[in-house]
């Protein structure tokens, strides 16, 4: 798959993830937990079975276990320190209010705004720019891909969703009212993004964490 094809799949999945709940992307990280772990063993047992067969070997597979082990308890320190950093983030945020967050990303750019009030989510408006030329894409494919997402929402109740084009750049533009989502209609559409029942309220502090992860800027 091409690498602009890359950018265009992951601008439509974006748009599908942020309306699911927080849950979704809890099981998403423990899957890519489990498929790290089974790596990490699968790696074991190989350097394992390389050593009896090359004892000339051995030292230095110790010294690099022993490098790898370093390597590894460093990663995991900067990863619970961030997740530290993401909790302690996470508490100092207001309970009720609005924000917007932006990405800008070769020729994508997405605006997400929060309206939230004691740290539910019940209004969400989201504008996500696409240029062809800066994207390398020709209007024709940018046409295309827009009319797949707008198919997904158009008509849900709970979710106003346009397309409009200006100065050469498409815009497509959601206004989603979270307490009046048809959950079900969107499973039907596209069930392999949205549950078949209404899913957790999505949590500002917990949405936070993802947005800035994922590359976002608050505004």
Request: aromatic fraction near 8%.
């Amino acid at each position: 798959m091409r690498k602009g094809q890359i950018k265009m799949n992951k601008y439509l999945k974006t748009s599908l993830v942020l309306l699911s709940s927080i849950f979704v992307l809890a099981a998403c990280g423990q899957n890519n937990s489990a498929q790290t772990t089974q790596a990490a063993q699968e790696t074991t047992q190989a350097n394992t079975k390389q050593s009896k067969l090359n004892p000339a070997n051995n030292q230095q597979s110790q010294e690099k276990t022993a490098d790898n082990q370093q390597t590894k308890e460093k990663a995991t320190n900067n990863q619970q320190n961030k997740k530290k950093s993401n909790a302690q983030n996470s508490s100092n945020l207001p309970k009720d209010g609005e924000a917007v967050y932006k990405l800008e990303d070769n020729g994508n750019t997405t605006t997400l705004k929060y309206y939230f009030k004691d740290d539910i989510v019940y209004l969400q408006d989201a504008i996500y720019a696409f240029n062809p030329k800066e994207m390398g894409k020709s209007e024709e494919e940018i046409q295309k891909l827009l009319k797949k997402r707008h198919s997904i929402y158009d008509g849900v109740k709970g979710i106003e969703s346009t397309i409009a084009r200006k100065d050469g750049v498409y815009y497509h533009t959601l206004k989603i009212d979270y307490n009046n989502i048809d959950w079900k209609e969107l499973h039907n559409r596209a069930p392999e993004n949205f549950p078949n029942t209404n899913p957790p309220a999505l949590k500002y502090s917990e949405a936070v964490p993802k947005l800035l992860k994922d590359g976002y800027v608050k505004q």
